[in-house]
Structure formats: structure tokens, C-alpha cells
């Protein structure tokens, strides 16, 4: 099992270097075709925003400067694309226009894996619903790297955070390729009213069969809290990738509830890999 295309999406924002030089480490190390996607926002998108009120002549001016705008954003991440790429042929520019959401729903369903990363206050308002399209629409797995990336290792330390649910299942599927590259797997379960600690050596098992000798780590919460006792040994273990599943409940009883993958999402210091 391998990688053969992977899908990133440049929004122009500050954190979009090193969002592309991870993407491009990532598709070097696996000889993997890599689009690199922008898409520019339709002008006449925020004619409803600030529409009421004002003439025909001065809409037509705010359209014209937002397109304005929007070339220069699309010309500016291009110019970085190409810059950080130079001569290698491997990666592709891609600009589109739309919605980002819904073009990376689209474009995502043909990646092999799709790296994107978390705001942390930079990029677009469109960033949280570009993630949430990539995770729940595309059917494909997404590296989500945390704000503030340096880079680094990626993927030889890799701890997988597992419950046995159908989530977690297609997370370690997702993250194969990287989970028979890395030099050590560490296993994660925490103990729970739905998981067993016996669930770690279950995966542990099945993980031999392709030829990966995993640790198994089998805790209680901390302080309560399953997402927070898992970040914490992931951290422990040394790892520089998480592999999780996405969401086993309904959102809203995980943005009421709290959970393991809010607590990835929202506080993980490092990638993490998500399905769903």
C-alpha cells in the first residue's frame, strides 16, 4: 500500500510555506504526484454581505476591487508554489475558482491523502469549513498539521490512537503507508465505558501481519479526559504523527461532550492524521 497523489490547498495565507514544504517532503518520500490547489473566491460572493443600501455603480466598484484582490492573492501563492518546487515535475498548479470547501470535496475524493492544517488564528474564514469538507466529504485521509509547523520528521515515530471503533479502523488503513515505513508504532488506548485496554494488543496483532512490531500502551484517562491521556503518551512515546479517527459520535454531542478528536484537533502540538 502506497500514496500516488496527494491534494493540498493553498489559501495565501502566512502558513502556507511550510504547509507546501511538508506537502512536497511528504510526496517526495513516497514518489507521489502532489496537486497544489488555490482557489480564488468568486468577487460577487460578498455582494450580499454589503449589498443593501448601496448603488449599482458602487457595487460594481466593490466587486471590481475584490476581484482585484483575489488576482493578486491567486499571483501571489502561485509565485511561492513555483518558487519552493523549482524544476520538479512532480508537482502541479492548480487554480480553480469557488468555494474552497467545495472544490476540496470535490478535487480530495481522487487524493490518496489530503495535508492540510489548522488555522491557530492565520488563514482564511474559510479554512475550518475547507477542513470539515476534507474530512466528512471526501472519504480520504487528511494530515492536519498543527499551527505554527516548523516541519521536521514526519512519520518515523507515528502513535496510533485507537478505540476499535469503524473510525479508528480507517485511520490505520489510511495511514498504512507511512505506519510500514516508520521505526516505531507506538499503540494508544485508553481505557474507557466503550474501549478495553485489551484493544491495543488486538491491533498490535494485526499490525504484525504486515510486518510492524507496535508498542502497546494501555492507560486510564487523565484527569477524565480520554483525548487529553492520549495526547499525552503520544507526546511521551516521542512521536512526530498521530493517526486518529474522526468524529465516531454526532458533532454536536462532541462539541457538547468534548471528545478525542476535539481534543486533536484543537490542541494536538503535532500532525496528526485523521479519517472518518
Known amino acids: ?22 506537502a512536497l517532503d511528504v510526496a517526495r518520500g513516497f514518489s507521489a504526484h502532489l496537486d497544489a490547489l488555490h482557489v480564488r473566491a468568486d468577487s460577487r460572493d460578498i455582494a450580499p454581505m454589503f449589498g443593501e ?58 487524493a490518496d491523502l489530503i495535508v492540510t492544517q489548522r488555522s491557530g488564528g492565520e488563514g482564511t474564514p474559510m479554512r475550518e469549513l475547507t477542513l470539515n469538507a476534507a474530512l466528512f466529504e471526501t472519504g480520504r485521509p487528511v494530515l492536519v498539521l498543527p499551527p505554527a509547523y516548523h516541519g521536521g520528521a514526519l512519520g518515523r515515530t507515528i502513535a496510533i490512537a485507537w478505540n476499535g471503533t469503524a473510525q ?4 490505520v488503513h489510511g495511514a498504512m503507508a507511512f505506519i510500514t515505513r516508520a521505526t516505531q508504532v507506538h499503540v494508544l488506548t485508553c481505557e474507557s465505558t466503550r ?45 512526530d504523527m498521530v493517526v486518529c479517527g474522526a468524529y465516531s459520535h454526532a458533532r454536536l454531542m462532541q462539541a457538547v461532550l468534548g471528545g478525542v478528536t476535539t481534543h486533536m ?8 492524521l485523521f479519517s472518518h
Open 53 to 110: 443600501g448601496m448603488s449599482g455603480q458602487m457595487m460594481e466598484e466593490m466587486i471590481a476591487s475584490a476581484e482585484r484582490a483575489v488576482d493578486a492573492d491567486a499571483k501571489a501563492v502561485e509565485a511561492l508554489f513555483r518558487e519552493a518546487v523549482g524544476v520538479d515535475d512532480f508537482a502541479h498548479w492548480l487554480t480553480l475558482d469557488g468555494r474552497e470547501d467545495e472544490i476540496v470535496a470535490w478535487r480530495g475524493r481522487l
Open 168 to 171: 479508528a479502523a480507517r485511520a
Open 1 to 22: 500500500m502506497s500514496i500516488r497523489s496527494i491534494l493540498v490547498s493553498l489559501d495565501g495565507a502566512p502558513d502556507n510555506l511550510q504547509l507546501l514544504r511538508t
Open 195 to 239: 474501549t478495553k485496554v485489551t484493544a491495543a494488543d488486538e491491533l498490535a496483532d494485526y499490525l504484525k501481519r504486515w510486518g510492524v512490531t507496535a508498542q502497546v500502551h494501555a492507560f486510564p484517562p487523565l484527569e477524565g479526559e480520554v483525548g487529553t491521556a492520549i495526547l499525552a503518551e503520544a507526546v511521551k512515546s516521542g512521536a
Open 265 to 272: 484537533m484543537d490542541g494536538a502540538p503535532l500532525p496528526v
